[in-house]
């Protein structure tokens, strides 16, 4: 099998379309594969050495974004035309050449398939083209339905209707399809009568989270949501519905955990945490601990065909991490019927506030119905979205032999041989970059757009010059900057009031989590001795981070537990002799008892983190996310507990403050090092704040009102 | 002896269930073919809908007209295609021309004398608009038995920017003094405001119920339509028409649901507008479905609900309200308008003094409390409905009136 990979993407690492063909391109045999890339010019592509082997050509693309033409009413209408005009060109002579240099190439590499992905005019206008020059089957690829492309790059009319016609030619003429999800595969066999394949980005079955889904019905419940906001409006409604029932769900209190590239949409709430770009599986793992996993989708009519035919690889986390799922999206969506299909989640099919409130609030009150989609949700990700299932999929779709006698994945070397030259990554030639349009043209409107907004403004302020000598104009001039500047106060001052209502709201949340938990005793006066011989008292820790809401993780000297007495089941994490206790805004949790193995498997910290009890970990950082601490400390004498604490609070986006008594030798343990995250104190630097707590008058220990 | 008619109206499927849409089967069994003609949406395709002026351009011209009067705060009157009405293709071949709703801003009441000298006219007053000088609802005014002037609140649909009451209303007794019509209503509410109107001096009014089809909204299973719409188990349920016009009480409702035992947990399914109760989400369901066409969903709504909302300020009959009573479920509305006396309260339905939310409250808590008394209202408001309410009387009712018309008609030697 020789496979000819006409994308405008190749396999790489910085971009999504690159990592899901990386991902298929592991699936192909060494020597399997060559890669004719027709790139955006302005696209930073990173190549790895991973896929150094494969024989490669990348070349520019022409233009196919049109949408820098001005689009307003009647213009749109000169745009149109001149947006023609470019397409006409492009087809009658970048293409051409570009079909005559990929044919050539296919034929140098000897292939006997050809697989496009068709994203773009350029790739689709290549396709069929390519293979019928070629003689050898076409494989296309579908990421999204073209009309979405369309409108998105302001495409003509005509040009549109003649690049949907091709793209319809060339589903129909291919020997597979592969889609992005089953209802597209659906529509294209029934439409097409073609062999149509979904082959959706999945994850190694190592990803697949099987947490704890027995919910006691207390403590706050946690909402986890990754990946980017395409959805902001349905995301908005979410917050309304949360700030109307005041961060509650059926009497719990909530709190929500983002992860992803960017920054929710909105004013960020205190009950809302954001702990940025996390990889897949740190985020599978952190989602694992979140109650309810939310993903909201385009209710928008113009994103209908988009909202049937895509499917979010948010999704596929999701399941990964076997939480049960609360779809925010159209009913007529692929997401929704896959969900609706599998059990593993439910779904508001209505974008207001009520809406997903009402689902929401559905799932927490039914622990019969929460374990069932949970448990299903862990099966339609092992089913439908492991590696194993995609491989099977790549290979239905390219027509190549099935898995390999074990019944696991057979992921291929593609590297360069040992010996051969060193790795250069691939990219566009300069000479290449310089001749085309897209390039040139997004140079010139580099340079040329920062002089053109300078000229406008000195022309601005000559005609204002000008004006404001006739005095009528002069006068309105002032009247109405002073209302300008009236206007600019008022609103300086809303923004003041806004920030001290955050702030204040922010106090509250704390008084009252820290008032109303529950779920964490208060310290009795053994737990505060205790601690304090430790060197980790609450005045200390007050002291270094005042007013902050900390979180310190302990060992207990002889490794036994505190007598647990009457505590409250919820005080005590899982196993023997764990527990947490609180005194003002400190809270002290117990790391879990095990041999100190972070010397034992070397100073590396992948091993380090490898070898971590994963279900400590997992509880530790449930109560971080829950309980919303701010800072996490660590006294040194802990042993592999500063790992379990460091990795605890790199999952959480928090840092960690690693208390020491003697200078801490960093050189015994490097992997610390390595952790941009760790702060580090010395405690007898730190004075004399570590002593025992003061009593009141009447000889009591002041305790915090729970 | 056939009768054809031709009902003009704004629309054909909005409001279907009053403007002729849905009586059209029951009217042919007593030989009426029915037509319509609307202007605005034609959202069937029903061969018997036909579209008026439906040339291009026509529609941009009525808009620009609309925003000209509105400028100079008249209304109805700036539309000079009125006057080619009597000469559309199905007005000549109808033998009565029944108007609904006219006055949205397509027709120039000017045109109504020209129009009924030309053709037998039955004018439905669906709402006090054509008895006032220029609020569809005059609410607690009464300056509409004076003449109007002094319009104590002119941002009331459709708003003034001027106060242009009294030459409005002024106008609307010259065109009436020159119409021939015959003036239908939906209640006796109706009738006793047109009998104190000035403006309704020159008309015969008749009363005409609106009907429903009896087989469509009937007592339906409860749990089932619960489960359908997502109800939590083990609450009181409470459906409305959500509407944030000033006639429709919706103010009034929330604040009586504010006002409720802190115990009660409702589930409040609503329609049309949504967003109106996000501040009690949390300690009530909320179902809000925003703006739907769809009756099977209404019927499930009304299956589903302990009782049925009402608490209009303004309502010339109350559709819903009729719904509501055939599906077995009693109404609650305010005093002072139409519903008391469609919902027969207090022996089927419950009302209480106009604009009192504390009232409203104690009389929801009374049903919620009381689930026994409430079901057997239930079962009168649906006896009472097929009584009254039974869209067959309506088509019956109807055509006696047509063939009255048209032979009043014929023994005065009217141009056709």
């Not at chain 1, 041999?595 to 994963?614: Q, V, Y």
């Not at chain 2, 037509?35 to 036909?50: E, G, H, I, R, T």
């Not at chain 2, 009157?77 to 009565?96: G, N, Q």
């Not at chain 2, 015969?204 to 339509?225: C, S």
Request: glycine residues 6%; charged residues 25%; aromatic residues 10%.
């Amino acid at each position: 099998m020789k496979i000819l990979l006409l994308t405008d993407i190749p396999p790489c690492e910085n971009l999504t379309a690159g990592l899901v063909l990386s991902a298929m391109v592991r699936f192909v045999p060494r020597d399997g594969i060559c890669c004719f890339a027709v790139v955006n010019p302005i696209l930073d592509i990173r190549t790895t050495p991973e896929f150094a082997n494969i024989p490669t050509r990348i070349c520019a693309k022409p233009n196919e974004n049109w949408s820098w033409l001005p689009q307003r009413r009647i213009i749109r209408k000169l745009s149109s035309v001149i947006a023609f005009a470019g397409e006409s060109f492009t087809e009658k002579t970048s293409v051409r050449s570009l079909v005559d240099k990929a044919v050539a190439f296919g034929r140098e590499q000897k292939v006997d398939r050809v697989w496009v992905v068709l994203q773009g005019q350029t790739t689709i206008r290549m396709a069929q083209a390519v293979a019928d020059k070629l003689g050898v089957p076409l494989h296309t690829h579908v990421w999204d339905p073209f009309s979405w492309w369309a409108k998105a790059n302001c495409i003509d009319g005509i040009t549109a209707r003649r690049v949907q016609s091709t793209f319809d030619e060339a589903i129909r003429s291919s020997r597979c399809v592969a889609t992005a999800s089953e209802p597209m595969a659906e529509l294209y066999r029934d439409r097409f009568k073609v062999e149509a394949v979904p082959v959706i980005s999945s994850h190694s079955q190592s990803m697949a989270q099987t947490p704890d889904i027995t919910d006691h019905g207390r403590g706050p419940i946690i909402i986890g949501m990754a990946g980017q906001f395409y959805a902001a409006g349905e995301w908005l409604q979410l917050m309304r519905a949360m700030r109307a029932s005041k961060w509650t769900i059926a009497g719990r209190p909530v709190r929500i955990v983002v992860m992803g590239p960017q920054r929710p949409p909105g004013a960020l709430d205190s009950h809302v945490s954001f702990l940025g770009w996390k990889t897949q599986p740190d985020a599978a793992f952190i989602l694992s601990q979140c109650n309810i996993l939310y993903c909201p989708y385009p209710f928008d009519p113009a994103m209908k065909e988009v909202s049937q035919f895509s499917f979010p690889s948010k999704l596929v986390l999701y399941l990964a991490a076997g939480r049960p799922i609360v779809f925010h999206g159209p009913a007529y969506s692929s997401p929704a019927h896959y969900i609706k299909s599998r059990q593993c989640g439910l779904i508001a099919d209505r974008m207001i506030a009520s809406a997903i409130y009402n689902e929401l609030e559905r799932l927490v009150q039914n622990a019969d119905a929460y374990r069932t989609m949970a448990f299903n949700a862990q099966s339609a990700f092992r089913d439908d979205f492991t590696l194993e299932s995609m491989e099977r999929s790549f290979n239905a779709f390219i027509g190549a032999k099935g898995l390999s006698n074990d019944g696991g994945v057979l992921i291929h070397d593609h590297t360069k041989q040992s010996g051969a030259d060193p790795f250069i990554p691939l990219q566009l030639s300069d000479a290449s970059r310089r001749r085309s349009f897209v390039w040139i043209a997004h140079e010139v409107a580099k340079t040329a757009l920062p002089r053109y907004a300078h000229f406008r403004r000195q022309l601005k302020g000559v005609v204002r010059k000008l004006l404001l000598k006739i005095p009528r104009l002069g006068s309105l001039y002032h009247e109405i900057h002073g209302l300008y500047a009236e206007k600019k106060a008022l609103e300086r001052r809303i923004a003041e009031l806004e920030e001290k209502n955050a702030r204040l709201n922010d106090l509250l949340t704390k008084s009252s989590s820290i008032g109303a938990a529950k779920w964490v005793d208060a310290a009795t006066e053994e737990e505060v001795a205790l601690v304090d011989s430790l060197g980790i008292s609450p005045k200390f820790i007050s002291g270094l981070y005042p007013g902050i809401k900390t979180l310190v993780f302990i060992k207990l000297p002889d490794g036994g537990a505190i007598a647990a007495g009457d505590r409250q089941q919820d005080n005590r994490l899982s196993g023997v002799g764990r527990t947490r206790f609180r005194y003002t805004s400190v809270t002290y949790v117990q790391l879990p008892l095990s041999e100190d193995r972070a010397d034992k498997t070397g100073d590396e910290w992948d091993g380090i983190e490898r070898s971590l009890p994963r279900g400590a970990v997992a509880e530790l950082l449930r109560f971080v996310l829950q309980e919303r601490f701010e800072r996490l400390v660590v006294a040194d004498n802990v042993g592999s507990g500063i790992a379990i604490a460091a990795e605890v609070a790199h999952l959480a986006s928090q840092r960690l403050t690693v208390i020491s008594k003697a200078k801490l030798r960093l050189s015994d343990k490097s992997w610390l090092a390595s952790q941009d995250h760790i702060d580090y104190v010395d405690a007898a630097s730190a004075g004399a704040a570590n002593e025992v707590s003061e009593t009141d008058a009447d000889g009591e220990l002041p305790v915090s009102v729970s | 002896m056939s009768i054809n008619v031709v009902q003009i109206n704004s629309g054909d499927l909005i409001g279907r269930r009053f403007n002729g849409y849905d009586l059209k089967p029951h009217l042919e069994g007593h030989g009426v073919h029915s037509s319509q003609l609307v202007y605005w949406n034609k959202q069937s395709d029903a061969d018997f809908v036909s579209k008026a002026f439906d040339y291009p351009g026509n529609r941009i011209v009525t808009r620009g007209l609309t925003r000209v009067e509105s400028r100079f705060s008249l209304h109805a009157r700036l539309h000079p295609h009125s006057w080619a009405l009597p000469y559309h293709t199905k007005v000549r071949e109808a033998d009565i021309a029944h108007l609904h709703i006219i006055h949205d801003g397509y027709f120039s009441l000017s045109a109504l004398p020209f129009f009924s000298y030309r053709k037998p006219t039955i004018w439905t007053w669906h709402d006090p608009w054509p008895m006032t000088g220029h609020c569809i609802y005059p609410l607690q005014c009464q300056r509409w038995m004076q003449g109007c002037g002094s319009c104590p609140d002119l941002s009331l649909p459709f708003p003034m920017r001027k106060d242009r009451t009294a030459e409005q209303f002024a106008w609307k007794r010259k065109v009436y003094e020159k119409t021939k019509a015959e003036i239908v209503v939906a209640s006796d509410w109706m009738r006793n405001m047109a009998a104190r109107s000035p403006l309704a001096e020159n008309f015969n009014v008749t009363v005409i119920p609106f009907g429903l089809d009896l087989e469509r909204y009937k007592p339906a299973d409860k749990a089932a339509a619960r489960a359908r719409l997502g109800v939590f188990p083990g609450r009181p349920v409470v459906f409305l028409r959500a509407s944030s016009t000033p006639f429709k009480g919706l103010k009034e409702f929330v604040t009586a649901v504010e006002r409720l035992d802190p115990d009660i947990r409702l589930c409040i399914i609503s329609l049309q507008e949504t967003g109106h109760f996000d501040r009690f989400i949390g300690k009530h369901q909320i179902i809000e479905f925003g703006w739907s066409n769809d009756e099977n969903l209404l019927v499930d709504a009304y299956a589903a609900c302990d009782f049925f909302a009402m608490p209009s300020l303004a309502e010339a009959f109350g559709m819903m309200a009729i719904e509501a009573m055939a599906c077995a479920r009693p109404v609650i509305s305010f005093e002072g308008t139409s519903l008391p006396g469609i919902s027969f309260a207090p022996d089927a339905g419950l009302s209480v003094p106009y604009g009192d939310s504390d009232a409203l409250a104690r009389v929801m808590e009374r049903l919620v409390l009381n689930p026994v008394d409430c079901e057997e209202r239930g079962k009168l408001s649906r006896v009472l409905a097929e009584r009254h309410y039974d869209i067959r009387d309506q088509a019956r009712l109807t055509a006696d009136l047509y063939k009255r018309i048209l032979s009043q008609d014929k023994r005065s030697g009217s141009v056709v």
